[in-house]
């Protein structure tokens, strides 16, 4: 049976002088973001105590309502309060991210993040701090910015924002200014079950990369080889490249793992999946990482990575997706 989904998690993002705080509710059994309830405090709003009475009434919130089927465009649309940035990737860039989490009747754990480069995952926290169980809303909001402080320091000490610009697998989708950097980078997902390797591409979906099946390789057996692998991957990008922005609804999108694997539930699928990706940089190379067993829906620090030159043939693009999982 898949645990319940303790601890609570609260998403505070900080830009300019404004606090937008917004609660992680159960969707299709995983924690998604919501603003059906969000606190957004401004300039002479942010103290302690208002800061600390707003995420105590939202745990408050998690609390009461349950599980909750939020809409694609919901989800992805939660974060567009009291922000000049257009995109969540300029929203993710340019605010400062902290997780508030907590356990009923448990204490609260307060992490920090370095500024993120627009991708879903926010990386290790670079400080933390714990917060007893039943604390106080000013014991608890002094916590939170404190670690804003860290965070403040943590940019002061490397002289500009410090931002990551390590490979991550969601699309820039703008096509002027900053967000073009990164056009012609592409992304395809490969998991490893037992003798059999999944590869599912990851395809524009509202303005973020998004996982689906509309094309899937899944190959089995003692017989795969490094040239069936990388003709899959190859396939994969091309698919990615013709296909452009898909509207995927929710369902199809929670579901699109389900093919040669004997698990019922994501969580059990990522925890029983190895886990590799393979970026595209267009007539750059392509960029292998190979991540530990995950135990939840982000995956950690890589613990391997290779490059193949553009332009390698299948079979050493798949040779370096098997070193991959040597490692």
Known sequence: MEPDFDPKFISVNREGDRL?????????????????????????????????????????????????????????????????????????????????????????LVCAYAPRSGGDDPGDSIWHAIVPAGASARELGQAVMDAYAAIDEWKRARGERGVNRAPYRVQDYQVEGKEANDMGVMTVSVNREGNRILLLPYVECWGVDRLTDRFFASLKGPGV????????????FAFIERTGPLELSLEEQENCW??????????????????????????????????????RDLVGDEVWRGTVPAG??????????????AA
């Open 20 to 108: 937008l705080i917004l609660p992680c509710v159960k969707c299709w059994g995983t924690n998604r973001t919501t603003d059906r309830y969000f606190v957004s405090l401004r300039g002479s709003e942010v103290t302690p105590e208002r800061v600390g009475e707003s995420m105590l009434n939202m745990f408050s919130f998690i609390e009461h309502a349950g599980s909750l089927e939020l809409s694609l465009e919901e989800q992805e649309n939660c974060w567009k309060h009291d922000t000049r940035y257009k995109t969540w990737r300029a929203f993710a860039r340019n605010n400062d991210l902290l997780w508030v989490s907590t356990s009923p009747g448990g204490r609260y």
């Open 225 to 236: 080889t490094a040239g069936d692998i990388g003709k899959a991957a190859m396939d994969a």
């Open 258 to 295: 389900r093919h040669d694997t004997k698990y019922k539930t994501w969580r059990a699928f990522a925890r029983n999946n190895d886990f590799v990706d393979v970026t595209y940089y267009e007539d750059d190379h392509y960029c292998i990482c190979a991540y530990p067993p995950r135990t």
């Open 312 to 325: 390698a043939s299948a079979e050493e693009l798949g040779q370096a997706v098997l070193d991959a999982y």
